[in-house]
RNA sequence: UCCCCGGUAGCUCAAUUGGUAGAGCGUACGGCUGUUAACCGUUAGGUUGCAGGUUCAAGUCCUGCCCGGGGAGCCA
């Protein structure tokens, strides 16, 4: 009896004797009686223990644990107004399993640096928890949507072949006597896959061998591809559309308690439901250039262009319809106006960037293999790619979402480095 | 690759025109029966990132290097 109980459901045993494993979160004392925050993975819960109510070598462990001591504790569940959470435990016994000493992370404040260094103590922090309850919910919101809605998930190669695409630089290794290159999409092996299954994603890691030093990038990061047979770039707006509204939803739903811990202002999340804001590039150079940027026609846009464009909107906003040069070379230029594509970024409000990248790909084998020509790409290493137009070709469409640059923005992060358990950063890559 | 900023106690930081390296937190010990990053008292803790230079004297000024932070470029 007691057994397995954890805090997150401790609203259940009140009145009752239970038993918490975890560990020491802080511990406050005033002389006869000591206050024990415990946690143990899903919550903290406040623990007193009473000289005159315990026996002495049970006070005298209270006195001696120390934060993040591991320990098993036994006691009656009440209601407490005072204690956080609502609950509290009146303690009648304590097992330590292991007297900690000289923690590293205390609680008072540290700088970034020491924490990374700590990362696999940092994580053990209510706030990393939080972030990170967050994030697996926003991956399981997402799965669940895309499995719900006639999705199969197909996943992708991480080793792949080849330079697939131009100037990005790739994640060289040994494979055996060849090169092989850490993968940077599952978008390519999504196009011939959903020839099996017309609605696939794809999710996993991807990694990219730039020198990027800022607060949007990370070395390695996880995306979700979903990519559809027979979807134009129109259907793939819509699809975008419900999906994030499902997710900022769901997290809301289901997480509020971590985004509270996280002072998430929640209105901002419950304002994003359909329709999004739909702008043409050409209307955003437009928005730029009125607010001040002097921007040409056919630049990508950088950070601050984003910034601008999503502090202009209180909900995702979607452009479309890119320049040519702006993309890669499988995006479908528009038959009406070939030098933009069937293109779309969505950009996260709240000065969030590019949480989403996709469009319609080119269907037309001879259109691919001009493409593949004016990037200068090996025509060898895309014959399998090439294929995919030859035998049954359809118009399709499909789009990638960044987790970490979703997670943040759902928690308001000003750094990406928190939304992920180890972050590989440009000069970091301990632990 | 480029620009800006930083490196002083375990952690967060201070140190006036170059003039005896200091505080808070944490640790250790003690006190307190309702604490909320509790509080109060006492204690210990230092080759000021590394190397060289200027000076009677360098944490402070100069040069080089190392490490880190923010940003740019880059980024389907």
């Not at 009406?336 to 590019?354: K, Q």
């Amino acid at each position: 009896m007691g057994k397995n109980v954890y805090i997150e459901n401790i609203s259940k045993y009140i009145g009752k004797e239970v038993e918490i494993r975890g560990w020491l979160y802080n511990r406050r004392s005033s002389g006869s009686i000591i206050f024990l925050l415990i946690r143990d993975g899903t919550g903290i819960i406040q623990c007193i223990v009473s000289k005159n109510d315990v026996k002495p070598e049970i006070f005298k462990s209270a006195q001696n644990v120390t934060q993040e001591s591991s320990l098993i504790i036994k006691g009656k569940i009440r209601k407490e107004e005072r204690a956080i959470g609502g609950y509290e435990l009146f303690t009648n016994n304590i097992k330590i399993l292991q007297i900690v000493s000289d923690y590293p992370i205390t609680p008072k404040s540290h700088g970034v640096g020491f924490l990374m260094k700590n990362r696999h103590l940092w994580l053990r922090s209510k706030r990393q928890h939080a972030i990170l309850r967050i994030r697996a919910e926003v991956i399981k919101a997402s799965r669940d949507y895309l499995d719900n809605n006639g999705f199969i998930n197909i996943d992708a190669p991480i080793l792949t072949p080849a330079a697939c695409e131009s100037t990005s630089t790739l994640f060289e290794t040994k494979y055996f006597d060849q090169m092989a290159y850490l993968s940077q999409s599952g978008q390519l092996y999504n196009e011939a896959t959903i020839m099996s299954f017309g609605k696939v994603y794809c999710y996993g890691p991807t990694f990219r061998a730039e020198k990027s030093k800022t607060r949007r990038h990370l070395m390695e990061f996880w995306m979700i591809e979903p990519e559809m047979a027979y979807f134009d770039w129109e259907d793939n707006m819509k699809l975008q559309e419900d999906y994030v509204t499902y997710i900022v939803q769901t997290v809301l739903n289901k997480r509020k308690s971590e985004l509270h811990v996280l002072n998430r202002d929640l209105s901002k999340l419950e304002n994003i439901k359909p329709p999004f804001p739909k702008i043409s590039y050409d209307k955003a150079i437009d928005l730029l250039r009125k607010k001040g940027k002097d921007i040409g026609w056919g630049e990508d846009f950088g950070g601050d262009e984003e910034t601008i464009i999503s502090e202009s909107f209180d909900k995702p906003v979607f452009i479309h319809h890119y320049p040519m040069q702006c993309k890669a070379f499988y995006m479908k230029p528009d038959p009406e106006r070939p030098e933009v594509s069937l293109s779309n970024d969505l950009i996260a409000p709240e000065g969030y960037g590019e949480i989403i990248g996709g469009g319609q790909r080119v269907d037309d084998i001879k259109l691919l293999k001009k493409k593949i020509k004016e990037h200068n790409l090996p025509m060898d290493a895309f014959k399998w790619y090439l294929d995919l137009r030859k035998y049954g070709t359809v118009p399709h469409s499909g789009f990638g979402l960044g987790i970490e640059r979703i997670v943040a923005w759902m928690c308001k992060l000003k750094h990406i480095r928190e939304t992920i358990p180890f972050p590989r950063l440009l000069y970091r890559i301990y632990p």
